[in-house]
């Protein structure tokens, strides 16, 4: 397998779900650190539009979301496995679980708990966390608390048995999803410990899930990821599930955009759609012909 290269910043909780995959995995990777805030013109320049965080590249191959990240991950090495109970649709199931009801109320409180955001965060977060309600924030603090509690509960108590990690023995996907949510809490709210008190087998599986670490970390500049993609083509063969509802077929121009929040639409033409994933073929003047990857779960794909 290739080195893949992450799109990310430090502090982004959903590269943390990446970087700790790749942790999992003992894989290296190069890493590209990203503006915080758009514009992103490195990034959407690889992407088409998509302007979240992470997007991990393969050459001239894009791909956005943590939940198709993942699935590309396990594919490319499948040792060790990110779902060791063999519990692959249960696992996939918990990133909708994580990302929203998890997620959620401790990007609520982030942000509504922290008086030092910069103004241009702030402003680009309004414009972005449609699920947020700013200026109601102040008031709804003790509701976001008692949903991020409600869900760590949830992970103190499937630790009961004294199991190491969420399935069991074994790291994996799960154990992701369960941590990144308290990943972010614990490193953006001052109170976060009295917070999670009562929840007492979380810090130790939590130091648990820390030592899977990042992985082999490189850092390289966005131009040497851009002539990477620039040199490379993309990977894969057309194939459009001719039972797809949608009824759309290879090589027709389609746009994709996450039907929750950042939904920047990508155009290109409709490379790949089954039930897993959907791949359009973008062609631009400074890259060449680049394949950018997406989940089908969350995103809307249309005909152009
Ligand atoms: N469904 C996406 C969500 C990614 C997401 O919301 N990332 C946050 C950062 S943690 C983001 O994009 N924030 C705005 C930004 O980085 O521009 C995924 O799983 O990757």
């Known amino acids: 397998m290739p080195t893949p290269i992450l799109h990310h910043f430090d502090l982004s909780?959903?590269?943390?779900?990446?970087?700790?995959?790749?942790?999992?995995?003992?894989?290296?990777?190069?890493?590209?650190?990203?503006?915080?805030?758009?514009?992103?013109?490195?990034?959407?320049?690889?992407t088409g539009g998509y302007r979240k965080t992470p997007v991990m590249q393969l050459g001239a191959d894009i791909f956005c979301d943590t939940r198709r990240i993942v699935q590309a991950l396990e594919q490319w090495q499948p040792v060790p496995t990110l779902f060791p109970t063999g519990d692959t649709g249960l696992g996939l199931a918990l990133s909708h679980w994580s990302d929203t009801a998890f997620f959620e109320p401790g990007a609520g409180l982030s942000m509504g708990m922290n008086d030092e955001l910069p103004e241009p965060l702030l402003a680009d977060r309004k414009a972005f966390f449609e699920f947020m309600d700013f200026d109601r924030l102040d008031q709804e603090i003790?509701?976001?608390?008692?949903?991020?509690?409600?869900?760590?509960?949830?992970?103190?108590?499937?630790?009961?048995?004294?199991?190491?990690?969420?399935?069991?023995a074994a790291p994996g996907w799960a154990d992701i999803c369960a941590y990144f949510p308290l990943w972010m809490a614990r490193g953006f709210l001052a109170n976060a410990g009295e917070i999670l008190a009562p929840f007492a087998r979380l810090p130790d599986w939590e130091a648990r899930v820390a030592v899977l670490g990042h992985g082999e970390r490189e850092t390289i500049t966005a131009e040497q990821a851009w002539a990477e993609a620039r040199e490379a083509e993309p990977l894969g063969e057309p194939r459009v599930d001719p039972d797809d509802p949608l009824g759309l077929s290879a090589g027709q121009r389609v746009s994709i955009a996450a039907d929750d929040y950042g939904r920047d639409p990508v155009e290109g033409e409709l490379l790949v759609l089954d039930v897993d994933e959907v791949v359009v073929l973008r062609e631009t003047p400074e890259l060449g012909r680049l394949a950018v990857h997406f989940p089908r779960m969350g995103y809307r794909v249309s005909a152009v």
Request: cysteine-free.
């Open 142 to 168: 003790p509701h976001l608390l008692t949903q991020l509690r409600a869900q760590a509960s949830l992970v103190d108590r499937q630790l009961a048995d004294g199991r190491d990690f969420v399935t069991g």
């Open 13 to 46: 909780p959903f590269a943390e779900k990446a970087r700790l995959a790749l942790g999992l995995k003992g894989l290296a990777w190069r890493s590209v650190e990203i503006p915080m805030i758009m514009p992103k013109p490195m990034l959407t320049g690889l």
